[in-house]
T-cell receptor
């Protein structure tokens, strides 16, 4: 059982470049989340989705866009990467709004 | 906004010792509270989930308690082992579908 899978695991971008991070879950979960983890700041919510075709902003959404065209996938896009977006990005999913959250292994992104 | 605090930030104990990790939150209107383990360079592994209507949950050597009225949760680890060394995170789920995370307690169990 794969659970939550993130692609890629590592990436280095130059300032101004764009990229998309893919999150895939095989647990038929309705809710999906994107977090970033920075030293001393814990995990902060970027965007989330409560079902296929829906998205909503979290605590730190600026500079990011998301899409949930299929229930099992949640994409996080950076249109013009900035050094401040250097972070570890985690995707998570849960069955419903009070369910246990499961996390992927993370994507380490460096913007130079 | 919910604020979650974990104290201490780091803890070092000898193997075999029982220990308690603390998590406090400011907004008691939570749906649930979840404890995670994170190994260096890895993702988060779910340990225990406590619904708002529950007082505690147990899994093996782990026991988590929840006191909503005081805004506190504790994770009790019995008979600690070197393999328990990791960072432990707690997260409170509030209305708005957002988990609020503490910054974690880094645990080292010394053989």
């Amino acid at each position: 059982n794969a659970g939550v899978t993130q692609t890629p695991k590592f990436r280095v971008l130059k300032t101004g470049q764009s990229m998309t991070l893919l999150c895939a879950q095989d647990m038929n979960h309705e809710y999906m989340y994107w977090y970033r983890q920075d030293p001393g700041m814990g995990l902060r919510l970027i965007h989330y989705s409560v079902g296929e075709g829906t998205t909503a902003k979290g605590e730190v959404p600026d500079g990011y866009n998301v899409s949930r065209l299929k229930k099992q996938n949640f994409l996080l896009g950076l249109e013009s990467a900035a050094p401040s977006q250097t972070s570890v990005y985690f995707c998570a999913s849960s069955y419903h709004d009070r369910g246990e959250a499961f996390f992927g292994q993370g994507t380490r992104l460096t913007v130079v | 906004k919910q604020e979650v605090t974990q104290i201490p930030a780091a803890l070092s104990v000898p193997e075999g010792e029982n220990l308690v990790l603390n998590c406090s939150f400011t907004d008691s209107a939570i749906y649930n509270l979840q404890w995670f383990r994170q190994d260096p360079g890895k993702g988060l592994t779910s340990l225990l989930l406590i619904q708002s209507s529950q007082r505690e949950q147990t899994s093996g050597r782990l026991n988590a308690s929840l006191d909503k009225s005081s805004g506190r949760s504790t994770l009790y680890i019995a008979a600690s082992q070197p393999g328990d060394s990791a960072t432990y995170l707690c997260a409170a789920l509030n209305t708005g579908n957002q988990f609020y995370f503490g910054t974690g307690t880094s645990l080292t169990v010394i053989p």
